[in-house]
C-alpha cells in the first residue's frame, strides 16, 4: 500500500484554523506583546519584590491601611446608609454610574474595587 505524498491530512485545515484562532486570541489579550515578553517582566518584577524586604513591609503597611478604611466604611455603612464612601471613582470612570451599585451589598463591593 503506497501513501500518496501529495494527499493532505484532513486535519491540517482544522489545525491551521485553531491555530489562528489561538495566535489572534493571544494577541488580543496580550495587546499584541509577546506572552514571553509578558512573564519575563513579571517574572523581574515578582524576583526584584522578593529581595526587598522594606519594599514588601511599604506594601503590606498600605494594604493595612487600605483594608482598614474599607472595614470602617463597612461598620458606618452598616448603622447610616447616607456614610459617605471611603473612595469616589475617578471622574471618567463610568462603571458604577447606576444607582444600584450605591446599594448594599453591592456597594461595599464597589469600595473594595476602588481601594485595590
Do not use: N
Not at 506583546?33 to 526584584?48: I, Y
Amino acid at each position: 500500500m503506497s501513501i500518496d505524498k501529495h494527499q493532505t491530512d484532513p486535519l491540517d485545515g482544522i489545525a491551521e484554523t485553531l491555530d489562528h484562532a489561538a495566535a489572534a486570541m493571544m494577541a488580543q489579550a496580550t495587546h499584541g506583546l509577546s506572552p514571553a515578553t509578558l512573564v519575563q517582566a513579571w517574572s523581574d518584577w515578582a524576583l526584584h519584590l522578593a529581595i526587598s524586604p522594606g519594599k514588601q513591609l511599604q506594601l503590606a503597611a498600605k494594604l493595612g491601611r487600605k483594608y482598614m478604611r474599607l472595614a470602617d466604611y463597612a461598620a458606618r455603612r452598616a448603622g447610616d446608609p447616607d456614610t459617605l464612601p471611603a473612595i469616589e471613582p475617578l471622574p471618567q470612570d463610568r462603571r458604577f454610574d447606576d444607582p444600584a451599585w450605591r446599594e448594599q451589598p453591592y456597594d461595599l463591593l464597589v469600595q473594595a474595587f476602588l481601594l485595590t
